[in-house]
């Protein structure tokens, strides 16, 4: 990935993102992996609507230094990621709504969508609260993503991941849609999820076949 072709992805997302309501002034973080070396990220408090692909820090994944602006102080968080998810290239740090709630009241979002368990896995873990940019927020992040391309965390917010930009696009898009299904099937009785095999077997097949099959067109 080219450096200048990775900020201005980087820089295209932000705005992306407040135009999709998932998140609201400078809350949140984007990065996509330029290479095993490198990743682009948002800078510290950086306003999405003004920012500029001049604006995007570029971040050494063995050592944290930086290029530009002074990164996002979650930066840590994403450097994990990237260390120890190889196939992994992109990451959205947000506060969406729906996901924020369901954060907040610390509960598991069972497999009760299909897209939520293809995309995402056989259910959405939350990761134990610690304070923000710190690195039990990361370990105690990481630990809920094994096996998941995204997570909540505990009266915090959100993380998703994908193999590229679009993907972890739509990641977030689907847990927000999944955490409001979650909270309003709570009022009508009580979410009910499709089996754990099932939902495993889903995630794999979209993993293996169909998510493959879109990102070669």
């Known amino acids: 990935m080219n450096i200048e072709k990775a900020k201005i992805i980087v820089r295209d997302a932000g705005l992306r993102l407040v135009e999709t309501g998932l998140t609201a002034g400078t809350w949140g973080n984007i990065s996509l992996r330029i290479d095993d070396e490198f990743m682009a990220i948002t800078p510290k408090g950086g306003d999405y609507l003004t920012m500029k692909p001049d604006n995007i820090s570029i971040v050494n994944l063995r050592d944290g230094s930086w290029e530009g602006l002074k990164p996002s102080s979650e930066k840590g968080l994403h450097m994990a990621v990237y260390n120890s998810r190889k196939e992994i290239n992109a990451v959205i740090h947000n506060h969406s709504t729906n996901a924020s709630v369901v954060a907040a009241a610390r509960r598991e979002v069972p497999p009760i969508l299909d897209d939520l368990v293809q995309i995402i896995g056989p259910t959405v873990r939350v990761a134990d609260y610690a304070l923000p940019s710190t690195k039990a927020i990361t370990r105690k992040t990481m630990k809920a993503l094994r096996g998941r391309n995204a997570a909540l965390m505990a009266n915090h917010g959100a993380i998703c991941l994908g193999r590229d930009m679009e993907e972890v696009f739509t990641c977030a898009l689907v ?43």
Do not use: T, V
């Open 175 to 217: 847990l927000e849609k999944g955490c409001k299904a979650f909270i309003e099937a709570e009022f009508l009785g009580g979410a009910k999820g499709i089996s754990k095999f099932e939902a495993i077997l889903m995630h794999q097949i979209y993993l293996k076949k169909y998510s493959k099959i879109r990102m070669k067109k």
